[in-house]
């Protein structure tokens, strides 16, 4: 984590591709991973080809820091992809930024990756060291490998030989000099929408909201299995792997994706508000005032407060510009903790009852100071209550949650959380409460940091899983 006062876990990664004849399409996607910026600060890519060369430029950093005007100039075409990292495998070095590049003969690839595969010391093992070292890379190794065999294989049909042999949780956008491809792993944990552009462009991005940003109208979410083709030709869709029952990561809704987006029919911000009115339900308390933690709390605190007919107030203010810095601060600041990125309205909490709203809680620590500094400033109670269940298992599908002793519900009853953190009560969402707050229409989800119940095969991790 590069953030010292993190509490939640690190976004997964955020994927664009897109094709639109007679553009300059570096420009498009970087205005693309503007709007995914939050799934990512890692390091940022674009790769763009012109038919006849593909170029590639890479940085750690956020997207403003790693691009400007001359080096998106200098990457001309008309096809291309981007990406956002965060580092859920591998470590945080260049090497490891996005998108991969590899070259064979006279063709080459790119490839963008949001997910964590789930086999990746075996992908490893049979491709040998040279093939990379993070899951991302193994797979575009694996493509160049098909291309190595036969360099007039089409990219689709490199990409449909090789993914039987990815498992876990892989979205991707992969392209040669001529074509992008987009596809989903057959269960589909990681979001990809489509959308058109102009007259004649596509674009396929994580989240809807980059589809908005850039002016694009959306057409459909890409499925759990589907590998699009964006080229020349038009678009195309094949299913190399047929399909899983999906399972949508849950914690996209809960956390990760943006408000204003829309994952499998439904706005994240409408979803989290459900879930607030639901927790109020499932957990009421008698209390002046309900309070955000901002921002992750704040829909699901309106929704608490709608429910419940306690007056919602702000009651903590944060500082914009904290959260993502990479200058660590001094010993002397970070006894200030957590008053570094938010600082309390006394006049909201002084004398109060007071429910505190958040949407997670995996390891605690933050939450703990938070609830401190509520009754430095004057709370008479507080009363925390967080908008889905407790986070216990790891996620080995792309969230940096794989150390299980790292979180807080691991091995601790709720009496034993409600203690650590010094609260008067605790409520958290149950998971019926959350689900039912999800679109219903033929999806189904992943929930396995919260219920242990994985939905493929752990491969790699099985040895680091307690019962907690
Ligand atoms: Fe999402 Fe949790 Fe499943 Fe990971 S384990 S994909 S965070 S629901
Ligand atoms: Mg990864």
Wanted: charged share 20%.
């Amino acid at each position: 984590m590069n953030s010292p006062f993190a509490d939640k876990p690190g976004e997964a990664c955020g994927v664009f591709g897109a094709y639109a004849p007679g553009t300059h399409i570096a420009n498009l996607i970087y205005f693309g991973l503007f709007a995914l910026q939050h799934r990512g600060q890692e390091s940022a890519g674009i790769a763009v080809s012109d038919g006849n060369r593909l170029t590639a430029y890479k940085n750690m950093g956020l997207l403003s820091t790693v691009f400007d005007h001359n080096k998106l100039a200098g990457l001309r075409g008309d096809i291309g992809i981007g990406h956002t990292r965060y580092s859920t495998t591998g470590s945080s070095t260049w090497e490891n930024a996005q998108p991969a590049f590899r070259a064979v003969g006279h063709r080459s690839i790119a490839l963008g990756h949001n997910g964590n595969l789930t086999n990746t010391s075996a992908l490893a093992m049979r491709l040998g060291s040279a093939a990379g070292t993070t899951d991302s890379e193994l797979m575009a190794s694996a493509i160049a490998e098909q291309i190595h065999k036969d360099e007039n294989i089409p990219l689709p049909d490199a990409i449909a030989a090789v993914v039987p042999e990815f498992e876990g949780a892989y979205t991707l956008v992969v392209m040669d000099d001529t074509s992008v491809v987009a596809v989903r792993d057959p269960r589909g944990f990681r979001p990809l929408s489509l959308g058109r552009i102009g007259d004649d462009g596509w674009v396929v991005a994580s989240e809807t909201a980059a589809l908005d940003l850039v002016g694009a109208r959306f057409e459909h979410d890409v499925l759990p299995g589907e590998m699009i083709v964006l080229a020349e030709a038009g678009v195309t869709s094949s299913f190399p792997q047929g399909t899983a029952p999906s399972r949508l990561c849950v914690f996209e809704y809960v956390y990760f994706a943006r408000p204003d987006s829309i994952l499998a029919g439904q706005n994240v911000h409408a979803a989290r508000v459900l879930m607030g009115r639901r927790l109020a339900q499932e957990s009421p308390v008698d209390a002046d005032v309900v309070v955000p933690v901002p921002e992750s709390g704040i829909p699901a605190a309106q929704g608490f407060a709608w429910e419940s007919g306690i007056p919602y107030e702000d009651g903590l203010v944060k500082n914009r510009y904290v959260g993502r810095t990479f200058i660590e601060p001094e010993q002397m600041l970070r006894e200030q903790g957590i008053r570094l990125k938010l600082n309390p309205i006394k006049d909201t909490l002084d004398g109060r009852r007071v429910i505190l709203v958040d949407d997670s809680v995996v390891r605690g620590s933050t939450t703990r100071q938070l609830v401190e500094l509520v009754r430095a400033a004057g709370a008479r109670e507080v009363h925390l209550r967080i908008s889905s269940p407790p986070y216990r298992w790891p996620c080995f599908y792309g969230m940096d949650t794989s150390d299980q002793s790292s979180l807080l519900a691991a091995h601790r009853t709720e009496a034993e959380i409600a203690k650590f953190l010094e609260v008067d009560s605790l409520g958290y969402l149950t998971l019926e409460g959350l689900e039912s707050a999800l679109p219903d229409a033929n999806q189904t989800f992943c929930n396995a940091c919260l219920s242990g119940e994985y939905p493929t095969s752990i491969g790699d991790h099985k040895f680091v899983l307690e019962q907690p």
